[in-house]
């Protein structure tokens, strides 16, 4: 029985990477990598807590409750958790996810091999390939992705490697402010904690499907499944970043995101190693984007009960993501950052109510708990995007508010208050 579980936890643990690991990804490590330069390891860490721990926990929080997101949400109120759930969707899907996956095909990929391509022409015919396959569903698709994902993975395993015997650069000190904190909100980018908690049920139903039936048994298939994953996300990311980090002496150059990845690919390996990455990160895009196209497309076909045809809803969330890409990577990226900063803290607070639960008095309790958090962030998110400077002022009494996480300790202290007012009702 054991051999059987190690086998399957490395199985569902190569998965579980898989879920994770996006082309769309790897442009964030050495972007930040560059950014912190000597600063490295505490920016490696903030980064590797809420890209690669954050998912663990949201994988472990949907086994714990045997659902996803929807369910976790349910004990702070039916409509919040409906409403929350889809924007969840939302962002993991055409307005931020999916846009991107088309801008990196065309910057990492297409207009790397046909330097004469046009972004717009690139993305009609992305998201025609993409419509094609979400309307008439085919094994094609998985089986090239199922090959060059492996493919994608030991081109980047070779550049990190022959990057750290073969360094590009010096890794100089930088000025760079609270470089753990930026980091802990640039793993946001990766979105793979909404990802965890969004399709955290289909790893759980694959783990059952092993005949794992008891909860304990599962419970350990995923965690050491979790900690395969957790390995390999470390490696990839870390390495890049550190890849990043030789890159930190270049003070004139200007790179974007996409840039920083190419340059480094043709740095270690020459245009060869740029062909291959381009190839490889150009369909594993395409496939992300085909299978959160038809998650999304079938989430608000059920949200809806059919009344609205799973087709209609490909080609309107396809034309959204279509119209969302024609912003480059970067513009997606800076889009998305007020988004993340505000559900981040929702969604993370929810895991760990999860996990907790034992501790949890009544649904009371996380009601009180989500929702002073979401008031919170609410209000950080709009005096930063607004430039509020008087609501700014009311906010900096916030402890820990200069570090991006005003809502922690008025979270704790909601929860423990609530807990202490509250008559247990499980």
């Known amino acids: 029985m054991k051999s059987k579980s190690f086998k399957d936890s490395i199985v569902v643990g190569f998965a579980l990477f898989a879920m994770f690991f ?3 990804n790897l442009i964030f490590p050495p972007f930040l990598g560059n950014a912190v330069g000597d600063q490295f390891f505490p920016a490696l860490i903030g980064f590797l807590i809420t ?5 663990l926990l949201g994988i472990l929080a949907c086994a714990r409750i045997d ?3 929807e369910k976790m949400a349910a004990p702070v109120g039916k409509i919040f958790a409906l409403v929350a759930t889809s924007i969840l969707i939302l962002a993991i899907g055409p307005l931020i996810a999916i846009p991107r996956t088309a801008s990196t095909t065309y910057e990492l990929g297409i207009s790397t091999l046909f330097p004469m391509a046009t972004s717009g022409i690139t993305t009609i015919i992305f998201f025609a390939i993409c419509l094609f396959f979400v309307l008439k569903p085919t094994s094609i698709v998985d089986a090239i992705g199922k090959f060059l994902t492996p493919i994608l993975l030991v081109v980047l395993i070779s550049i990190v490697i022959k990057g750290i015997f073969v360094p590009i650069g010096e890794i100089v000190p930088v000025s760079y402010d609270d470089v753990f904190v930026s980091a802990f909100k640039e793993g946001y980018q990766t979105m793979d904690a909404i990802a965890a908690v969004i399709f955290g049920s289909i790893i759980i139903s694959s783990v059952r499907s092993k005949g794992y039936t008891d909860r304990k048994d599962a419970s350990k298939v995923i965690m050491m499944a979790g900690l395969v994953a957790i390995v390999g996300l470390a490696i990839i990311y870390g390495g890049l970043m550190y890849l990043g980090a030789q890159t930190s002496s270049l003070e004139q150059v200007t790179f974007t995101r996409s840039q920083l990845v190419m340059y480094i690919v043709k740095e270690v390996f020459g245009p060869l190693g740029t062909v291959f990455l381009s190839i490889s990160a150009t369909v594993a895009c395409l496939t992300t984007a085909i299978a959160l196209l038809s998650a999304s497309a079938k989430f ?3 949200l809806f009960k059919g009344r609205i045809p799973y087709a209609v809803n490909a080609v309107i969330l396809t034309i959204i993501s279509a119209l969302m890409a024609t912003n480059d990577v970067d513009s997606i990226v800076a889009l998305a ?3 993340l900063d505000l559900i981040y ?3 993370i607070v929810l895991i760990t109510l999860t996990l907790a ?3 949890v008095k009544s649904n009371h309790v996380i009601r009180w708990t989500v929702y002073v958090t979401l008031f919170i962030s609410f209000m950080t998110t709009i005096t930063s995007m607004f430039n509020l400077s008087m609501l700014h002022q009311v906010l900096a009494y916030l402890p820990l508010q200069s570090s991006g996480f005003g809502w922690l ?3 704790i202290l909601t929860f423990i208050i609530v807990s202490v007012l509250t008559k247990s009702n499980k």
């Open 345 to 347: 803290p929702v969604v």
């Open 67 to 69: 659902g996803s997101f």
């Open 51 to 55: 890209g690669v721990g954050l998912p």
């Open 357 to 359: 639960s034992a501790y």
């Open 409 to 411: 300790i008025p979270a």
């Open 337 to 339: 950052g007020p988004v």
């Open 22 to 24: 996006g082309a769309g």
């Open 300 to 302: 608000y076909t059920d």
